[in-house]
């Protein structure tokens, strides 16, 4: 856990949202509960996500790559196997159109590029999170398969386990209370 004098967000986070390091102290939650809420919230379900089925969908390498894995790198917590693939949606997007120049640069450029309408939620990772389920419910209907994850190199870069990481908390938190 953070110093309390220590700012816990980032700038970029904090000007990007309506969190505050205060929040966060006061209602953030320990990665080990955030990971056992998922596999509850999943169980609750009836989905195993230790099924190869399984799919993670995310909004580009960033929660993954550079935010759970060094987090739990550094706090020297086991993440299950499924943690360590991925479909990036920006990506996915660009396959299904058959693109290969742009990638998309935020889930509302792909909302509009494929003409579906923005969620009316007022919490920005709520509306992202019912944005992508949109958007994946979207690519499936058309025909596009899940079926090329990317991987997570679970050799670290010498450093890596040393960045703090606000953001998945977050992500993890307002996914869990999305729905």
């Known amino acids: 856990m953070a110093d309390v004098n220590e700012n816990v967000l980032s700038d970029q986070l904090a000007n990007e949202s309506v969190l505050t390091d205060e929040l966060i102290k006061q209602a953030g939650r320990r990665l080990e509960d955030a990971l056992r809420e998922f596999e509850s919230y999943c169980s609750s379900l009836h989905i195993d996500p230790h099924n190869s089925g399984f799919r993670l969908v995310t909004d580009g390498q960033l929660p993954l790559r550079q935010c759970l894995h ?11 196997s499924y943690y360590n693939s991925f479909h990036d949606i920006r990506k996915e997007v660009c ?4 693109k290969t120049e742009e990638t998309p640069q935020s889930v509302a450029d792909i909302l509009e590029y494929l003409q579906i309408k923005p969620e009316a939620e007022n919490e ?9 389920v949109n958007i994946v419910q979207r690519l499936l209907l058309d025909g ?9 190199n679970l050799i670290l870069e010498p450093g890596i386990c040393k960045e703090p990481t606000d953001e ?5 938190d307002e996914l869990l209370h999305t729905w």
């Open 124 to 132: 920005f990772y709520k509306k992202e999170a019912k944005d992508m």
């Open 95 to 98: 396959r299904f159109l058959g």
């Open 168 to 172: 998945l908390f977050k992500i993890i």
């Open 70 to 80: 060094p987090e739990a790198c550094r706090k020297e917590i086991d993440l299950p």
């Open 144 to 152: 596009h398969r899940f079926d090329i994850p990317e991987t997570v």
